[in-house]
């Protein structure tokens, strides 16, 4: 019987054991599938950063860092908490010397302790575990907000890449077109043969930077797969970002904005705390400790061997319990905790200045990314005017070269003024947008739930 009870224990624990770790069984394999469907699909910028951030090694350092810490916090905690022990073994002595099962040759016991006073060395403890904590969690939010960034940088790098390729491939179209209409003007003997070879050789110009746009497109795809924790080789399909509206908000609005929320900022302030407890912890060694002990045993052996019925006479005579206060005072130790004041002064005392440190770069990190915006926006407007301008250049140059009118370097190089203005127009677009994103990510703001704000 024993035995079929011990068996079906044995079943019970492996079923346990199974349920407990089903969902990191099955849910890993749901998650590479899941994965391998999504990159199927035309992925948006907060589908990279997602990918990115569930495949990146220094999110789940920082993660792990998370949960060291609380549970560091746990363990400070616990120390307000009573200590309870079962001891128990068996033995044989000099006067018990057979092996035998009987009570003579069994210990059990249950014992607990508290120490509910120590000067407040252990609300202290926790105090620090929890500032450590706090760092913990800003660390983990500095490290998103980094990554974050670099994803959203080579995010609009691939899609500037991809749509300067589009406009090189056009401007190829267009060269084929004059080259051809050269070469009809030629044989009509309107143009000289020289006009043919200008032609010709622009042509093989526009086909060195298709070229050139073609490796920088893959190596911006490359940079977006190696971010988001991919292989390179792997082909993504990413989404287009239309710049609706350029909203550029007030400077002492986002200085604010900072000053509260950037996790450098909040981490240094929690390690500001944590040396301020580490100071008082260290002059608290100095002066006369004081500390409160109790506890309580209880003779188990008595009641599970020798068969003492549970009653008061019984416990009483069993069990014991203590209570205790005690008083340190330091006489002499070299030096040695009046140097540990010292050093806790001095860590302190960095603390703050870094502090300082930190708020004044974020000043000028706010200040330099609201500049950029201010002039990523205006520099907008200027290529907006640039095209307008480039393109009528154009036309009106190919109008007089088709008139007969005008040679065709004048429409080569206007062709190229209108090409580069194009350029300069993509280029201006994701430079405000990154310049957005790192004026947010200057504030602390960058990404939050899921979300790029």
């Not at 939010?141 to 959203?152: C, F, G, Q, S």
Request: net charge negative; with cysteine.
């Amino acid at each position: 019987m024993r035995e079929d009870v011990s068996g079906l224990w044995f079943r019970i624990i492996l079923i346990l054991i199974f349920l407990l770790n089903m969902p990191y069984v099955f849910g890993s394999d749901l998650s590479d599938k899941q994965e391998s469907e999504l990159l199927k699909d035309t992925l948006s910028i907060d589908q990279c950063i997602k990918i990115a951030i569930k495949n990146s090694p220094e999110i789940e350092i920082s993660q792990g860092n998370v949960i060291r810490s609380e549970l560091d916090v746990n363990d400070a905690r616990a120390e307000f908490l009573p200590e309870i022990n079962l001891n128990g073994g068996y033995f044989v002595n000099n006067t018990y010397n057979r092996f035998e099962w009987n009570s003579n040759h069994y210990d059990l016991g249950i014992s607990a302790s508290i120490n509910p006073f120590s000067s407040g060395r252990t609300y202290l403890t926790k105090e620090i575990a929890e500032a450590n904590l706090s760092q913990s969690r800003d660390g983990y939010r500095l490290t998103e907000m980094d990554l974050v960034m670099e994803v959203i940088r080579r995010y609009y790098n691939l899609l500037k890449a991809n749509q300067i390729l589009e406009l090189r491939e056009q401007t190829i179209e267009q060269r084929k077109k004059e080259l051809e209409f050269s070469k009809t003007q030629f044989e009509l003997g309107l143009v000289a043969m020289a006009d043919t070879l200008k032609a010709r050789v622009t042509l093989e110009g526009a086909r060195v930077n298709l070229h050139e746009a073609k490796g920088e497109l893959m190596v911006r795809r490359a940079e977006l797969n190696e971010v988001m924790g991919l292989s390179l080789d792997i082909p993504i399909s990413i989404k287009s970002v239309e710049l609706i509206e350029r909203n550029i908000p007030e400077l002492d609005s986002i200085l604010n904005i900072a000053y509260n929320y950037r996790p450098d900022i909040k981490q240094q302030e929690s390690s500001i705390s944590s040396d301020k407890y580490n100071l008082i912890l260290a002059r608290l060694n100095r002066l006369p400790t004081l500390t409160v002990t109790g506890g309580y045993n209880i003779k188990a052996e008595k009641f599970a061997f020798e068969g003492l019925p549970l009653n008061r006479t019984n416990w009483d005579n069993n069990s014991e319990w203590s209570f205790g206060v005690g008083i340190s005072f330091p006489i002499f130790d070299g030096g040695v905790k009046s140097r540990a004041i010292t050093k806790a002064n001095i860590e302190l005392n960095n603390a703050e200045l870094r502090y300082e440190n930190l708020r004044r770069f974020a000043e000028l990190e706010v200040k330099s990314a609201h500049i950029n915006l201010v002039n990523a926006s205006q520099k907008i407007e200027l290529t907006e005017r640039q095209v307008i301008s480039a393109e009528e250049s154009y036309e009106a140059a190919l109008g007089r070269y088709m008139n007969g009118i005008a040679p065709i370097t004048e429409v080569m190089d206007a062709e190229v003024a209108f090409t580069e203005s194009r350029i300069n127009q993509i280029n201006s677009k994701y430079d405000f947008l990154e310049a957005e994103a790192l004026l947010k990510n200057a504030s602390g703001v960058l990404y939050s739930d899921g979300e790029v704000k």
